[in-house]
Nanobody
Framework: VQLVESGGGLVQAGGSLRLSCAAS????????MGWYRQAPGKQREPVAA???????NYSDSAKGRFTISRDNAKNAVYLQMNSLKPEDTDVYYC??????????????WGLGTQVTVSS
């Protein structure tokens, strides 16, 4: 199973980006999916998460500006980021709690996509 992210890039402050992440491989189902961010030398921290049923959670910095969504048929998760600020600059990683042959979910990570917001 692998996750492939896309949609990162360079944007000016106040702009928008949409991150996408799709899971592929031997998957029975996926529980929650979401996004983390990480700066060099710092711990990875959560940004947003969404359950299979569509319930969402956001970090305080993401609330009101970012929207997470998913497409269960495509095993994909998205992060619409609006009103971007320079402090949003980081590498963003998607994750998925994947159920394969065992009922115990396995957390899979993507390789990350760079988001850079210029002032």
């Amino acid at each position: 199973v692998q996750l492939v992210e896309s949609g990162g890039g360079l944007v000016q402050a106040g702009g928008s980006l949409r991150l996408s992440c799709a899971a592929s491989g031997s998957i029975f189902s996926i529980n929650d999916m979401g996004w983390y961010r990480q700066a060099p030398g710092k711990q990875r921290e959560p940004v947003a998460a969404i359950t299979r049923g569509g319930s969402t959670n956001y970090s305080d910095s993401a609330k009101g500006r970012f929207t997470i969504s998913r497409d269960n048929a495509k095993n994909a998760v998205y992060l619409q980021m609006n009103s971007l600020k320079p402090e949003d600059t980081d590498v963003y990683y998607c994750y998925a709690n994947v159920i394969r042959s065992s009922p115990v979910p396995i957390k899979i990570w993507g390789l990350g996509t760079q988001v850079t917001v210029s002032s």
